[in-house]
């Protein structure tokens, strides 16, 4: 079987390839790449090749399919998976496992295996370690988010503080109160969803961001006054003078301070807004191995400051997203602003940071330009299929939906 796929061969060298697949071994299962979103983190490893610690030494050579967070379809099962799989199932798999003890990564490592392909192989280990996972989803984009909605969950987890016994106790702080700083990115987006519906609930939520667009569409999509109703203070502002953020909670300062912005002054603003026992969460990930930030060690003796950092995250994380989307109470599509085809993935991860809005999400089977469906209404006086998708989305909030990505597919 051929496939369509964009590998990676070394630093900025990507390539859009049409290539043979192996034949499907017994234990292999194949599938079909509907849609992958692209993450952060790709443009990262785009930008470093073989430098990258899960990019083989020889991709020069043995190029690696890019992207990690997509949903498929099984089109071929092995006969060793017969019992357990069929044609037709909807299929997610989370990347940033050691499958074999080691780095190897889907969407970092693999050549037969990765988001942006129209056909994957999934290969024995992936499936023997039960990482190939069925989703009952009524659409793609959505299973495609899984991914980075679990990594934005685990973030969640691995905050902590202490106990009468100075135990520690993983997570954010029940009815605590919790800052989001440079929170109106994709992920950011995510971390408010979650922090509003997830299990663990705090009694205020501040999310900042420099960027005022981003920051009055985050407002209109989480409403203050709805997030009130259960109980939840939850603010958006651009402040970022650390006495005015501790007043949003009565100058005692933040138990969870979650940083969306690999930049020194956001750690060191984090550090200075903590409160006694306080959790500082650095989620985002750096390009440079030596970044760093000045903080207030006297605080980590005295008032119990302290640091958590997260990459990725589990199986059992993916579960409970998988939860709270089934039960309608997380939205992923909140992330979503650009829409493109197969033809668009080079540019769009090559340009990744310069790109405004939040998730762009790939949809393999079709050429499309990147777009933003903010433009869908101007768009649709040149083509009516934009005009209709602008309908469609006009009509969910503004927001990419299983009704936009069922004509996208059909019409497109």
């Given at each position: 079987m051929k496939t369509k796929a964009v590998r990676l061969y070394g630093k900025e060298d990507l390539r859009l390839e049409e290539f043979e697949l192996s034949p499907l071994k017994q234990d292999e299962i194949r599938i079909k790449i509907i849609a992958d979103s692209v993450c952060m983190s790709t443009y990262k490893t785009a930008k470093q090749g073989a430098a990258h610690m899960r990019v083989p030494n020889d991709v020069a050579d043995n190029p690696v399919i890019i992207g990690h967070e997509f949903c498929a379809q099984i089109v071929e099962v092995g006969e060793k998976w017969k019992d357990k799989y069929s044609v037709g199932e909807k299929v997610i798999i989370p990347p940033v496992l050691d499958y074999l003890g080691g780095v190897d990564t889907i969407g970092?490592?693999?050549?037969?295996?990765?988001?942006?392909?129209?056909?994957?192989?999934?290969?024995?280990?992936?499936?023997?370690?039960?990482?190939?996972?069925?989703?009952?989803?009524?659409?793609?984009?959505?299973?495609?988010?899984?991914?980075?909605?679990?990594c934005v969950l685990r973030g969640y987890k691995a905050s902590y503080h202490h106990d009468e016994n100075q135990n520690h106790v993983m997570g954010i702080k029940k009815g605590g109160s919790v800052a989001i700083l440079a929170g109106c990115g994709p992920m950011g987006l995510e971390a408010i969803d979650i922090a509003l519906h997830g299990d663990v609930k705090p009694s205020t939520i501040v999310v900042t961001d420099l960027d005022k667009v981003r920051l009055a569409r985050a407002k209109s999509i989480f409403r203050p006054d709805v997030a009130l109703?259960?109980?939840?203070?939850?603010?958006?502002?651009?402040?970022?003078?650390?006495?005015?953020?501790?007043?949003?909670?009565?100058?005692?300062?933040?138990?969870?301070?979650?940083?969306?912005?690999?930049?020194?002054?956001?750690?060191?603003?984090?550090?200075?807004?903590?409160?006694?026992?306080?959790?500082?969460?650095?989620?985002?990930?750096?390009?440079?191995?030596?970044?760093?930030?000045?903080?207030?060690?006297?605080?980590?003796?005295?008032?119990?400051?302290?640091?958590?950092?997260?990459?990725?995250?589990?199986p059992e994380d993916v579960r409970d997203i998988i939860r709270l989307i089934g039960e309608r109470r997380i939205n992923p599509a909140v992330m979503i602003t650009h829409i493109g085809g197969i033809d668009s993935t080079i540019n769009t991860t090559l340009n990744l940071p310069t790109i405004p809005g939040g998730k762009k999400l790939i949809y393999t089977h079709i050429d499309l330009p990147l777009t933003a469906i903010d433009d869908f209404g101007y768009l649709g006086s040149i083509d009516p299929r934009f005009a209709i998708l602008g309908d469609i989305v006009a009509n969910n909030n503004g927001l990419w939906c299983a009704e936009a990505e069922a004509y996208l597919l059909e019409n497109f």
């Open positions: 970092y490592s693999f050549k037969e295996i990765g988001g942006v392909s129209t056909y994957s192989t999934v290969y024995s280990h992936i499936i023997e370690n039960g990482y190939l996972m069925k989703i009952d989803s009524d659409a793609y984009f959505s299973a495609s988010l899984i991914e980075p909605a679990s109703k259960d109980g939840i203070n939850l603010i958006f502002t651009d402040e970022s003078d650390p006495e005015s953020l501790r007043a949003y909670t009565n100058g005692k300062g933040f138990d969870d301070v979650f940083v969306y912005a690999p930049v020194s002054k956001v750690v060191e603003l984090a550090d200075k807004i903590l409160g006694f026992d306080g959790c500082l969460n650095f989620f985002a990930g750096p390009t440079d191995k030596n970044f760093s930030a000045n903080f207030n060690f006297y605080d980590v003796h005295y008032a119990r400051h302290h640091v958590a950092g997260t990459s990725g995250s589990t």
